[in-house]
């Protein structure tokens, strides 16, 4: 069977239409019938990868791929990179602004809550080129 693919335009600091990636995913693996337990492992991390695009990247994409029991996540971006990945990995590590603390973000929760609900998750980033992060799921495990 050919893989399944979508892929969504994100743009840095669009809050109007944050989070739409991730709704189109999440419903349309409803539409599938998948778990919903799943889908919400997945949609959480949709959305929380979408939101760092958003509120620290730069313009980017989020790729879905559905290959064999398989489903990946891309969300990849051009904006300004982790300086340190470690360190934005620890709950609670935000740089977000006064202004998007005040829009409701910036707990840190974003990428412990990826790595917590993806299967594995794989993050690069070069300073003033980018970021992407890589998250899979494995169909299978669980039924
Ligand atoms: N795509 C990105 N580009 C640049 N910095 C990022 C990106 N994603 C995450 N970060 C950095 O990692 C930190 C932690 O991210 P996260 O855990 O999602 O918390 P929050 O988004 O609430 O700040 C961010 O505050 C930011 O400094
Ligand atoms: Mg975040």
């Known amino acids: 069977m050919a893989s399944l693919k979508k892929s969504f335009f994100i743009k ?9 990636a991730a709704i189109h995913i999440q419903n349309l693996l409803k539409s599938m019938h998948w ?15 979408e939101m760092n695009v958003v509120m620290h990247g730069g313009d980017g994409h989020l790729l879905m791929d559905l290959d064999r029991g ?16 470690e360190l934005a990995m620890q709950p609670g590590y935000s740089t977000a602004s ?21 299967d594995d998750i794989a993050i690069e ?17 669980g039924g």
């Open 70 to 85: 398989v489903l990946s996540l891309e969300i990849s971006d051009d904006g300004p990179g982790i300086a340190d990945i």
């Open 98 to 118: 006064d202004e998007q603390r005040e829009m409701g973000f910036g707990a840190g929760m974003g990428l412990p809550n990826m790595k917590k609900n993806a």
């Open 12 to 20: 840095a600091r669009d809050y109007v239409h944050a989070g739409e």
């Open 125 to 141: 980033s070069r300073l003033d080129k980018g970021t992407r992060v890589r998250m899979r799921f494995y169909l299978t495990t």
């Open 35 to 49: 778990d919903p337990a799943l889908i919400r492992r997945i949609a959480v991390c949709c959305y929380e990868g």
